[in-house]
T-cell receptor
């Protein structure tokens, strides 16, 4: 299909790890991104991965890419209450060079 | 300065009004974007400007009219909008269209059409 798919909601306890999953559609997408949006705010780029990589780590964030299954995940270690937000994955499609967003995953962190 | 600044933050307008949303960046980026985001939905691309020229128009109705007066500024002129156009309008910029695609977003302008 055309859509980038994400689960809608994830709830974790403070200090646990969070894993947010995404399935994208275009196997020729060159870059895949994770954005964070806090209430009433714009989107903040967290990290991105190039399609020839299968893993990228950046402090508490780990991105895993399974290109065969077109599956992307974001792991947040030691999740904090400040991580509560909506997380969007996005793919940059080769055709039209457009950034297409998933529906977003609401992460709620309980203290 | 790594900011994209949007004004106004909130705008309420009637269906016969003419208003404009403004966006500014001073990062030397040559690509600028307008996205529309409805509540609990992902952002949807409206327009892309590359080197001050309109590169992409995602079949947006003509009641939305973008303008890029120079490489730092992007406007969105609004006229005869409908209530369903109420949304958060996000401006973004990137180094270039088709580079890594890292987009820097503004905080958005929340538009309500009565």
């Amino acid at each position: 299909g055309e859509d980038v798919e994400q689960s809608l909601f994830l709830s974790v306890r403070e200090g646990d790890s969070s894993v947010i999953n995404c399935t994208y559609t275009d196997s020729s997408s060159t870059y895949l991104y994770w954005y964070k949006q806090e209430p009433g705010a714009g989107l903040q780029l967290l990290t991105y991965i190039f399609s020839n990589m299968d893993m990228k780590q950046d402090q508490r964030l780990t991105v895993l890419l399974n290109k065969k299954d077109k599956h992307l995940s974001l792991r947040i270690a030691d999740t904090q209450t400040g991580d509560s937000a909506i997380y969007f994955c996005a793919e940059r499609r080769e055709y039209g060079n457009k950034l297409v967003f998933g529906a977003g995953t609401i992460l709620r962190v309980k203290s | 300065d790594t900011e994209v600044t949007q004004t106004p933050k909130h705008l309420v307008m009637g269906m016969t009004n003419k208003k404009s949303l403004k966006c500014e960046q001073h990062m030397g980026h040559r690509a600028m974007y307008w996205y529309k985001q409805k509540a609990k939905k992902p952002p949807e691309l409206m327009f892309v400007y590359s080197y001050e020229k309109l590169s992409i128009n995602e079949s947006v109705p003509s009641r939305f009219s973008p303008e890029c007066p120079n490489s730092s500024l992007l406007n969105l002129h609004l006229h005869a909008l409908q209530p369903e156009d109420s949304a958060l309008y996000l401006c973004a910029s990137s180094q270039g269209w088709g580079v890594t695609g890292e987009l820097f977003f503004g905080e958005g302008s929340r538009l309500t059409v009565l």
